[in-house]
């Protein structure tokens, strides 16, 4: 082992250096001498920590056809709804594509977020998934709406606020609460709790938020985690429901639904949304076409990640 090798450590603090030199690398778009000169290492050195960050995964090169981006329909979905910002990833690619698209843009945006606020469900779980390692530097990521399943054999849904932190080198804390309760004064009584609303007061204060939104199907996450019954389902439909954001169900004007079931739902209330900076929401699929036009029209969202049928019908129903 030659004598520059040696002086690298070996312990974690190997580690946080091939985050720190692959961010400069690859995020920030630093030259090994630049990097070389700010961290006191040596170019021989950076190679080497960079080739290792590959090597480990810590850093994953994609090769993207350029053409998986639609501009055209990003430009008129700020344009028509006043977004903040807009990626569109052609159809064809699937629904991956837009998660993985969701991971690179949290990755890139600028300041990296110091306090972060996410919700759970498959598609977050997903955009987790591919949020690369060392995204951040010791951010905080707080999940904004219940996460305890009322059935055991459903998955942790603070999985997703676990990974964001695990991968930004942060922690996480939990909303330890079912998502929606059976009583309202049940729920009121939790959000009293000290802890509870200690939880929902950082939230709040969290600049940038990252969620998906549910649909009005009977693949409904809140269905099969036992939030809410069947016939419960059923009774939002008939009363004009289209989908769910934060287990807060809307209809396609974005009001509560029903007011009944909001009374037990625990996490941020939709009309505090615009109170945070970025909201930014990723959905994908036709039948998350209805709660994406709700989200746009009552402005839940300001930034959207979608695919180019879901930003079309946006836009011609829009009209």
Request: proline share 4%; aromatic share 4%; glycine share 8%.
């Amino acid at each position: 082992m030659s004598a520059e090798a040696q002086r690298l450590p070996q312990d974690d603090t190997r580690t946080h250096l091939m985050v720190q030199v692959a961010r400069m690398a690859w995020a920030e778009d630093r030259t090994q001498t630049e990097i070389a000169s700010e961290t006191g290492l040596n170019r021989w050195q950076v190679a080497r920590l960079l080739q290792e960050a590959r090597d480990q995964g810590i850093v994953r090169i994609e090769i993207l056809p350029p053409d998986l981006r639609q501009p055209a329909l990003e430009a008129a979905l700020v344009a028509r709804f006043g977004l903040r910002d807009a990626v569109v990833i052609g159809t064809e690619a699937g629904p991956e594509a837009v998660t993985q698209a969701a991971g690179r843009y949290l990755a890139a945006l600028r300041p990296t977020p110091e306090l972060i606020g996410v919700s759970w469900g498959r598609t977050m779980a997903q955009v987790a998934h591919w949020l690369p390692m060392g995204w951040a530097d010791g951010v905080r990521v707080v999940q904004i709406n219940g996460t305890v399943a009322p059935k055991p054999q459903a998955s942790g849904h603070d999985d997703v606020a676990a990974t964001f932190a695990r991968k930004g080198q942060g922690r996480f804390t939990p909303l330890p609460v079912p998502a929606i309760l059976g009583r309202a004064e049940t729920a009121r009584v939790l959000e009293d709790d000290r802890i509870v609303a200690d939880v929902l007061s950082l939230a709040r204060s969290a600049p940038v938020l990252c969620f998906s939104m549910g649909a009005m199907t009977d693949d409904s996450a809140h269905l099969h985690s036992g939030n809410l019954t069947g016939e419960e389902i059923a009774r939002l439909r008939v009363a004009g429901a289209v989908g769910d954001i934060l287990g807060r169900f809307v209809t396609a004007d974005g009001q509560i639904a029903s007011a009944g079931i909001d009374a037990r739902t625990i996490g941020l209330k939709l009309d505090q949304l615009g109170r945070h900076d970025r909201r930014i929401g990723v959905v994908t699929g036709t039948d998350k076409h209805a709660i994406a036009c709700a989200a746009l029209r009552a402005g839940f969202v300001n930034t959207l990640i979608t695919d180019a049928a879901t930003a079309a019908h946006a836009l011609e129903t829009s009209q």
